[in-house]
Every structure is written in structure tokens, then in C-alpha cells.
């Protein structure tokens, strides 16, 4: 142990103690650095220049020691994460940052005052601090850290940090995670209902899209011909009983059918798939792909919509009613005693909105018709939004039920049904429910089979394969006798 060149931590001996800083001295009784540098050296070189000086003459006394230090000495500050000596701290880290930005962006916005985001929660106007959706979700998500500021035993003490302070008013509002709720719900309502309706529609209409295909329609009638051909001998006609089905999701598997013929030439032989298209192309000649691709554009819009999602969004929707009216039946009196707050320090002129139908008092509304208050706002809101849930709720309704019989329509017992076995495919059932997201994964699978399948078959029919069809079959070889 201790030995010279041994490896390994602890096996040399310790290392010789660090050698004190030179030349440093005593510290300046003036915080600044000088702004000039003289090193040892260069004092030696130059030591002649201070032979002729008496610094005897020149001295400071104690008097003027002391003036120097008040005038330029700086004391040093510990910096602690924001936080200056002796401030009360409330908000947690991540509570701070969130209303720290939302306050810095307001004011360089609009120069946004406390008690102007104030009078916005009391009068449920967003306009006044201009409020955005998202605004309003920060806000609801940080609600609590205001809770506890305004029962934190520091909220009266001077030494309460700036941001804080500001926001003690905030946090003084009455059912502040209500009324935000219900700004939220007033900003964002229509355009939930509208992508509801929307996504209603387009699965309504790429239900239609399925029936009335020309090109899906040709496509499955040469597929069960030579289905039914192959597999079970059956010529079909117009006159022929009902044909054998097949399952539309099995046209995926019509590309992984390949020829016999063509197996050891360089190319890859055709599919079945291939087979069946120029077939298709042969009968109607003046149908393109680009036609093919616009009878299913609604399809690409509703592969990725699930009926039991917009359910979900109308159940979010009736969970705001359902809140609105707790509110108005528990709590009316928070949302009566509105003005007394306001008419405090909020001058009219400069905190009313254009678009706002609050004014600070009542004696200062205007005469043009007696505008809505809190409690007219909230039974206006959830009026109007019961009547879009009745009509949301019908058009989802409309959209299942063609979902399910667009299934039916296939051949498909949805996973979901409810109806009786031996009632007819084509009779509708009011009882009939789908599988959640078994529309939406019919539309996926047939567009992924358009978009790669039918699509790269079609290009490969202009391409590699444009006169394989016209090509006659290679003569087998004679084996040698022996």
C-alpha cells in the first residue's frame, strides 16, 4: 500500500496541499474593480516614476475613507432563484412561471391591469382583458396556486413578491374555477359543435360515397365472378341466383394472389389484383384513376373520425350545463353583487370594451336596452347550449345509423348489434349499435387498401405490366428422357 506507481484510486500518496494565491492582498474597501491593471514587474520597471512622490502630503483621513465607501461601495446580494432577501413566497415554482408569463404577455399586449382582469371574471366578459381560450385553460389550471394565496397567512405582509401581490384580487373573485369554466365554455362551444356536425357529415356522406361507386361496384362484380368461378364452378349472370359474397376487407388479399406465369423472369410476376383491373380497364376505358380517388374523398375525411368520440365531446358539453345550472341554483348570490367591486378603482372610460355589454355601475349602462348580467349571460349560454346538444345528438345519431347500415349493406353483422338474427339485412333496427370504431376502422382499412393497393396497381398497369396481358403463355419444357 502506498507504494510509487501503483494503479488504482487511494493507492498513491495524497496529493501535496494547493499553494495560497499571490499577490492578492487586502480586499478594496470599494466594491468596483479599477479600471486599470499593474502588475509587480512593470511596477519595478517604472519604480523611478514614484520616487519623487510624497504620499504623506496626500493621505486620506478616516472622514473621507468613509465617504468613498457610501458613494461607491456596492454590497453583494445573494441571488436566490428570483427571489430577493426577505420576500414571502406562496406560489410554487411552476405556478409562478405559468402566471408570470400570462401577466408579462397581457401587459406588453394590451397593458393589462389587475383590476381589469378582475372585472373580467366578475362580469364574465373576456374581451375586457382579451382573453383567449387558451388564457382561460391557463388560468383553470392554475387556480389552486390562487387558493392558496388567499389563504396563505402571508397575503396581508409587505414583503409579498410583486407578481403575487398583483394577483391577489384574482384570487379574491367568487367561484373563480366556475366562472372561468363558464368563459371557457362560452369561447369555445360553437366551434366544438361545428366540428361535431362537420365530422357527422362526413361520415354521412362517405356512407354514400360507398353505395353509389361506380368503380367499387364494377370492381366487386368481376371479383365474385371470378370467385365464384374459381372456387366453386358457378358461371354468374344477370339471370344467376344470388352469388356466393366475399368479405369486402378480403380485396386487400387480391394483391397478394400471384400468377404462376412469369415467376422466374426478371419482373415480379402479376396479382390477381392486376388481373382484375385490366380487366376493369378494358370494359370501361374512359374512367381514370383520378376519378376513382374523387368518388371516396370523403372517406379520407372520415377514416379518422369515431362516432363514440364525438359522443364523448357532447358528454363534455352537457357536463358544462350540468354545471351551469348548479351554479345558478347554489350560488346565485355570487353572481348577483357584481358592481360595489368594480366601482372601487376602475375608471369607466378606460377598462369598459367596445364589444362589452358591462358597464361599472348601473347608472352608466347604456340606453340602447337593458344588457345581460352574469345571470343572464349563464342562462343565455346554457339555452343555447342545450338546444345544439338536441341537435348535435340527432346528427350523430344520423350518422351511426348509416354507419350500421352501410355495414349491413356489406354483409357485416355489426359487433354491437342488438336486433334479432332472423330480421331481414336490409330492414334498419333502431336497436342496432356498432362496435366503437368499427365504422371508422372500415373506412381506414378500404382507404388504405385505395391509396396503396388500388393506386400502386394502377400505375403498375401503365408501367411494368402494360403488355403482360397482350404476352402468350410460354410453351412448358419437355423433360429429358432418360
Not at 392558496?148 to 384580487?169: F, V
Not at 340602447?368 to 341537435?391: A, D, V
Amino acid at each position: 500500500k502506498g507504494a510509487k506507481g501503483a494503479k488504482g484510486k487511494g493507492k498513491g500518496p495524497p496529493p501535496p496541499p494547493r499553494a495560497p494565491p499571490k499577490g492578492k492582498g487586502k480586499e478594496a474597501p470599494v466594491g468596483k474593480r479599477p479600471s486599470f491593471r499593474v502588475s509587480l514587474s512593470g511596477l519595478k520597471h517604472h519604480a523611478a516614476a514614484f520616487h519623487d512622490l510624497s504620499f504623506t502630503d496626500v493621505k486620506l483621513k478616516e472622514e473621507e475613507w468613509t465617504q468613498l465607501h457610501s458613494l461607491f461601495h456596492k454590497e453583494e446580494v445573494k441571488k436566490a432563484r428570483g427571489r430577493r432577501i426577505g420576500e414571502t413566497i406562496v406560489f410554487s415554482g411552476q405556478d409562478f412561471q405559468a402566471w408570470g408569463i400570462f401577466m408579462k404577455k397581457k401587459e406588453m399586449q394590451m397593458d393589462l391591469q389587475p383590476f381589469q382582469l378582475e372585472r373580467a371574471l366578475l362580469t364574465l366578459t373576456p374581451s375586457i382583458g382579451q382573453l383567449s381560450p387558451e388564457d382561460l385553460e391557463m388560468m383553470l389550471n392554475h387556480t389552486e396556486a390562487l387558493k392558496l394565496l388567499l389563504e396563505s397567512e402571508h397575503k396581508d405582509k409587505p414583503d409579498l413578491r410583486e407578481l403575487e401581490s398583483k394577483l391577489l384580487r384574482v384570487a379574491a373573485v367568487p367561484r373563480l374555477p366556475a366562472r372561468l369554466r363558464v368563459m371557457l365554455t362560452m369561447g369555445t362551444w360553437r366551434d366544438t359543435a361545428a366540428l361535431v356536425s362537420q365530422n357527422a357529415v362526413y361520415i354521412r356522406r362517405a356512407c354514400e360515397e360507398f353505395r353509389k361507386s361506380d368503380a367499387l361496384r364494377h370492381l366487386m362484380a368481376l371479383t365474385a365472378i371470378i370467385y365464384n368461378r374459381v372456387m366453386w364452378g358457378e358461371e354468374l349472370d344477370d339471370s344467376s341466383g344470388m352469388a356466393k359474397c366475399f368479405d369486402i376487407k378480403s380485396l386487400s388479399q387480391l394483391k397478394a394472389t400471384k400468377a404462376t406465369q412469369g415467376r422466374d423472369t426478371a419482373h415480379p410476376p402479376m396479382s390477381m389484383l392486376h388481373f382484375i383491373m385490366s380487366l376493369m380497364r378494358k370494359q370501361c376505358p374512359e374512367r381514370t384513376l383520378n376519378q376513382v380517388e374523387s368518388e371516396f374523398k370523403h372517406v379520407e375525411l372520415a377514416k379518422n373520425v369515431d362516432v363514440g368520440e364525438l359522443t364523448t365531446i357532447l358528454q363534455k358539453l352537457q357536463s358544462a350545463v350540468n354545471m351551469i345550472h348548479h351554479e345558478m341554483a347554489n350560488h346565485h348570490e355570487d353572481y348577483v353583487h357584481v358592481f360595489p367591486p368594480l366601482a372601487q378603482n376602475a375608471p369607466c372610460a378606460s377598462a369598459s370594451s367596445s364589444d362589452s355589454d358591462e358597464t361599472c355601475s348601473p347608472e352608466r349602462r347604456p340606453s340602447g336596452g337593458m344588457p345581460k348580467s352574469c345571470l343572464g349571460k349563464m342562462t343565455l349560454l346554457k339555452q343555447q347550449l342545450e338546444e345544439q346538444l338536441e341537435k348535435s345528438r340527432q346528427e350523430i345519431l344520423e350518422a351511426e345509423t348509416d354507419g350500421i347500415e352501410l355495414l349491413k349493406y356489406f354483409g357485416h353483422q355489426a359487433r354491437g348489434s342488438k336486433g334479432s338474427s332472423g330480421s331481414s339485412p336490409a330492414s334498419p333496427s333502431s336497436k342496432d349499435e356498432a362496435a366503437p370504431g368499427e365504422v371508422k376502422d372500415f373506412f381506414k382499412n378500404f382507404s388504405e387498401f385505395l391509396r396503396k393497393d388500388f393506386k400502386t396497381s394502377w400505375q403498375d398497369l401503365d408501367g411494368k405490366f402494360k403488355h403482360a396481358l397482350g404476352r402468350t403463355p410460354r410453351t412448358p419444357r419437355t423433360p429429358r428422357s432418360s
